[in-house]
């Protein structure tokens, strides 16, 4: 019983040492057996690696058959030596599966401005393909991590008309993690497969729905990545009619591809660089979506909340401060917040409650910290960690 | 001989132990003899402190005589009441002087949400006063200090038409620094008397853009402080003709005033919580100063970009990641990346590079980090801090 991207039915995958990162599982890959209508939502960043650049190219004719992903070099600021290395590794891949270089597409994560070894890429790939079977799937979600400390798979089962169906998935990240996933636009990693059958732009829409409500709304250390990638294979595998409308069907597609990618998001930010703690930063009484999350999003980067939280210190006036430079208009005078269950702050300013209280609640983990702006409806959350002296270790240590 | 806020003539201060601060001293007084044009820029962050929202007000007429400064607690999120201890400290302050109360400004620094102990407040004034000295500059220096090391104060004479004219200052802060101050907008604060004579308009703008190009381009920790204060007192004391008009006698005053500023500045990046090593980021090839800044800025405050300066890691992927997240347009492609004089990334992609170069570059205090758009002429610079252990110690200490 698998439970990550071969859940449903109709995917292989497999690991192998390919040399990158020595002694460990470093190249994943990850195949349908039949064609499948195929999104996928990438980083922002101006500073796209050439593997972003081309799947997204890949993607433009709605199919994919495979991904291939390799961890310990991002292949990113590699130039056109970059796109020439990410387009052969798809192009080998392809030859290896019997299927068109644009039906597969290539992550890369690591370091930045290294060019991929691509004599032991090329040396891989065969045996990835080989070694391909159901089991695979927790040995890819191994074999693509960096400093991740846990591989991170999910899946849930829905059903429509009857028909048993599967979204699993699979992630990776714990540092540089702030997605912020658009079309074509960390290096988190999240691949989603279905056995669903769904047209191209419903699954585009399932995507940005879920992923925005999910990947976009975690930080670990608010540095957006050059090679974020967020790819669904959706190969109609269970035989159930295509999904070509909003709906019941949709919805229940979308109800579990969104718990997925919320489990995948979550133990993410759990596993993320040096985290001991983390917490849900909720913003009510908006005026708008954007509002509140420009606010939940200065709030959950702030260094000052984030050693707070580590300390266990229900220091509110930091969350008030982060809040009040986070470029958005609100009236401080009519702005509250709580530290779970404990008002603290009340109109701006301090109210009488036990510390003890208090503190027991920036315990809690998950916490959670509410402001409410009593300036409208919206209420958004955002999720964040603490800053320790583990983050410290992990990214100040010299590369070599 | 002196060199802080009473370095230009007819200025005095003094420091006593108020008892917020148990075992050291905690209030500063500065006080000039003569009535003083005055300017100040406070923080932009929407939750201002009472002593920000009254110092304001009080500057409205453009004149000042004397500001009372506390450490200990910041008198922020405090309301009401806030409002009402900072107006009793003034008209206190302003009793004892005999001057107007709207003559006195007001600074508080320390733990957000507390009330002013003001039993202690009203029992220090008196003290202060008494103790009024042209010595007593550094004494109200080391007053105002929170998590600083040191204190800090600077001067410059400069002249005008034979007459030698004096800027001191002293400042405040080591974290939650990410100073934006604008007309009515750090814990930052900033004091700066002189005893040139110059008319209010032409000191608000010799303020403005002292403290836009010095203290508004550091960065410590991102977090934008409820407090932030810069002020300045021009007494006259000097004899000099007033400075009704820009021109040359305008331009000696806003050079010296700008190295002081700078001064300052720069040694509050260098005393920033934890820090152990600084790196200006120069953009250059910029289209505006605001894109410049921006990019600038979204460096000097990247978790990774500041680990990696620790680490004297020259991992240049984390800078071009930085700007590439920052929300300015440019093209990566174009985009050079150097080391000090190590040039690591050309046109977006690696160079071969010297690595124990680059390394040593990456070591020097202060360091230089450029980043070269190609697509203008503006230049702009931001001054940045490591990120290490030491930090995440002084902040997730629980409060007590």
Redesign the interface.
């Known amino acids: 019983m698998t439970s990550g991207v071969t859940a449903a039915r109709g995917f292989r995958a497999a690991a192998v040492e390919a040399g990158i990162k020595p002694g460990r599982t470093d190249l994943a890959l990850l195949v349908s057996d039949w064609p499948c209508v195929a999104s996928g939502v990438f980083t922002?960043?101006?500073?796209?690696a050439s593997c972003v650049l081309v799947s997204a190219e890949h993607l433009r004719d709605g199919t994919a058959r495979a991904v291939i992903v390799n961890a310990g070099c991002?292949n990113?600021?590699?130039?056109?030596?970059?796109m020439s290395d990410t387009r052969e590794t798809a192009a080998l891949t392809a030859e290896a599966l019997g299927c068109a270089a644009r039906d597969v597409l290539v992550s890369s994560t690591g370091?930045?401005?290294?060019?991929l070894p691509m004599d032991k890429i090329r040396a891989a790939i065969p045996r990835a393909v080989a070694g391909l079977s159901i089991e695979g799937g927790a040995a890819a979600a191994q074999a693509i991590m960096t400093t991740d400390t846990k591989p991170k798979e999910a899946s849930r089962r829905f059903e429509i008309n009857g028909i048993t169906m599967t979204v699993g998935g699979m992630a990776k990240g714990a540092?540089?993690i702030?997605p912020?996933l658009a079309p074509l636009h960390a290096t988190m990693l999240a691949y989603f497969t279905t056995d669903a059958a769904i047209e191209r732009p419903l699954l585009d829409a399932a995507l940005l729905e879920a992923v925005g409500s999910t990947f976009n709304r975690i930080t670990i250390?608010?540095?957006?990545?050059?090679n974020d990638t967020a790819v669904v294979l959706a190969n109609g595998a269970s035989g159930a009619s295509v999904i070509s409308s909003r709906g019941a069907a949709y919805d229940a597609f979308l109800g579990a591809f969104r718990a997925v990618s919320r489990d995948l998001a979550l133990m993410m930010i759990r596993d993320g660089e040096g985290v001991r703690r983390v917490a849900e930063i909720v913003v009510k009484g908006a005026r708008t979506t954007e509002d509140a999350l420009r606010i939940g999003r200065t709030i959950a980067?702030?260094?000052?909340v984030k050693?707070?939280l580590?300390?266990?210190?229900p220091?509110?006036?930091?969350i008030?401060?982060?809040?009040?430079?986070a470029g958005v208009?609100?009236d401080?005078n009519t702005t509250d917040v709580h530290i779970g269950e404990v008002f603290?702050?009340e109109?701006?300013?301090?109210r009488v409650y036990d510390e003890a209280l208090a503190?027991q609640a920036m315990l809690a983990d998950p916490g959670r910290l509410t402001v409410d702006l009593h300036a409208g409806e919206v209420s958004e959350s955002m999720w964040m960690c603490?800053?320790?002296?583990e983050?410290?270790?992990i990214?100040?240590?010299?590369?070599t």
């Open positions: 922002t960043n101006l500073a796209k991002a990113a600021a590699t130039g056109r030596q970059g370091v930045i401005g290294v060019n540092g540089m702030a912020a250390d608010s540095d957006t990545s050059t980067d702030s260094p000052l050693t707070a580590h300390g266990g210190d220091n509110w006036g930091r008030l401060a982060a809040a009040g430079r208009y609100f401080i603290v702050c109109n701006g300013a301090a503190h603490d800053l320790t002296k983050y410290v270790d990214n100040a240590h010299y590369r």
